[in-house]
C-alpha cells in the first residue's frame, strides 16, 4: 500500500526518489500525492464554491461570538442593550450582520449540496459545476433579500 | 479493528482509526442544522428591530428559549469539528495543532456554557445580571 497507482508516474519505492515534485513522503513513510495547489490548478467553480464554503464556515465562528454577545447584552438589562445595539446598528454593524446573513445563508446552501454529494449523489463534473452555482446564487438571493426586506419593513433603518 | 485489517463497505474502504465517526458527526450536526438554522434566521427576522422588551418576550418563549439553546449547542459541535479540518488542513506542526485545537475546544465550550447560562436566565425572567452575580 506504499506505492503510487501504476502510471502515475510517481516514485515506485523508497530508493526511487522523485524528480517531479508531485509527491511527498508522509510521516509515516509512505509516498503520496501532494496536495494539488491552487496554482498549477485550471479554474472551476466548485473549487470557488468549496472555498467560499470555508471562508463562510470561518465568518459564522465569530458569528458564534457576536450571538452570545448578544444574549449577554440581553441579560444585562436595557442600558447595557441599548449601548450594544448602538454598536450594532451603526453603519459598520450592519454589515457585520449582513456578511453574517450571507455567510449563514450560503453555508445553509453549500451544505445541502455537500450532504446531497455525501449521499453519492451529483458528483459528475456537469452536475457538481451546476449545484455549486445555484448554491451560490440561491445563498447570496436569500442573504440579500433578507436584508432587502429589513431595510423594506422599516424593521432596520440607517 | 486491528489497524492493519482493511474493512471495505459499498467498495469503500472504511477508516482504521476514528474517521467513520467524525465523518458521521459531522454530517449528523449539519443535517440538524438545516432545519435549526433556518427556524434561526426566522427568528432573527422576528427580533429585528424590536427593541430590548421584544427580544425579551421573544426568548420569554419556552419553546423559543429551548430551541435556540439546542441550535447553539449543535452549530458550537459543529463549529468544533469544523475549524477542527481545517486546523488539520493548514497547521502541520504536532504541539502548535494540539494547541491550537485545545483552544478552539475550550473557546467553543465556553460560548456554549455561557449561551445556555444567558438562555435560561432569560428564559426564566431573572433580573439583569450585574445584580444576579452579587455584583
Known sequence: MSQPAPGVGGPTNETDPDHTGRFVRQPNGRVRP??????????????????????????????????AAWLWALASGPETYAGFTAWMGSPLGLLVWFGLTLAIAYHLTAGIRHLIWDAGDGLD??????????????????????WVALFASGKVVL | MSRNEKTYRKGVKVSE????GEWRAERLS???????????????????????????????????????AVTLLIALWHTNMGLKVIVD?????????TA???????????????????????ALGSAPLPAGLGA
Open chain 1, 34 to 67: 501532494l496536495s494539488p495547489h491552487l496554482q498549477v490548478w485550471r479554474f472551476h467553480l466548485t473549487m470557488t464554491g468549496s472555498i467560499l464554503n470555508r471562508v463562510a464556515a470561518g465568518a459564522l465562528s465569530f458569528g458564534a461570538l457576536f450571538v
Open chain 1, 125 to 146: 463534473p456537469k452536475t457538481a459545476t451546476w449545484m455549486t452555482a445555484v448554491s451560490i446564487i440561491a445563498g447570496a438571493a436569500v442573504g440579500i433579500g433578507i
Open chain 2, 17 to 20: 482509526g476514528h474517521g467513520a
Open chain 2, 30 to 68: 449539519s443535517l440538524i442544522l438545516v432545519p435549526l438554522s433556518l427556524w434561526g434566521l426566522w427568528g432573527a427576522w422576528t427580533i429585528a428591530g424590536s427593541g430590548y422588551d421584544g427580544a425579551r418576550a421573544w426568548l420569554a418563549q419556552p419553546v423559543n428559549a429551548a430551541l435556540l
Open chain 2, 89 to 97: 488542513d493548514y497547521v502541520h506542526k504536532p504541539s502548535s495543532r
Open chain 2, 100 to 122: 491550537l485545537l485545545a483552544f478552539i475546544a475550550l473557546l467553543c465550550l465556553a460560548v456554549a456554557g455561557l449561551s445556555v447560562f444567558f438562555i435560561g436566565r432569560l
